[in-house]
């Protein structure tokens, strides 16, 4: 099983990136995706999960209205459109499904 983000990179405050997770080796159309990420110093978070159909979405506060979460179950794939980045929103994004292993996550740098 494995996941594999990509899409991260560095953008000014109010730009925008599209981060994609590529999924093989499990059942990927059954289980939610999760988009979670961590800061320096600073636990691993939720930032945005989707059920396996793409229904049951789920938000954290502080992304509500500026990200969406999607996914092509016949692709493999999920994504996580982010727009309107702020400062805090600078880390490593990971996707994760429940049980199967981490990726190595794709790094977002929110600078001026």
């Known amino acids: 099983a494995h996941v594999a983000e990509s899409g991260g990179g560095v953008v000014q405050p109010g730009g925008s990136l599209r981060l994609s997770c590529a999924a093989s080796?499990?059942?990927?159309?059954?289980?939610?995706m999760t988009w979670y990420r961590q800061a320096p110093g600073k636990e691993r978070e939720l930032v945005a999960r989707i059920g396996s159909d793409g229904d049951n979405i789920f938000y954290r506060d502080s992304v509500t209205g500026r990200f969406t979460v999607s996914r092509d179950n016949a692709k493999n794939m999920v994504y996580l459109q982010m727009n309107s980045l702020k400062f805090e929103d600078t880390a490593v994004y990971y996707c994760y499904a429940g049980g199967q292993p981490w990726g190595r996550g794709t790094q977002v740098t929110v600078s001026s």
């Open positions: 080796g499990f059942p990927f159309s059954t289980y939610a």
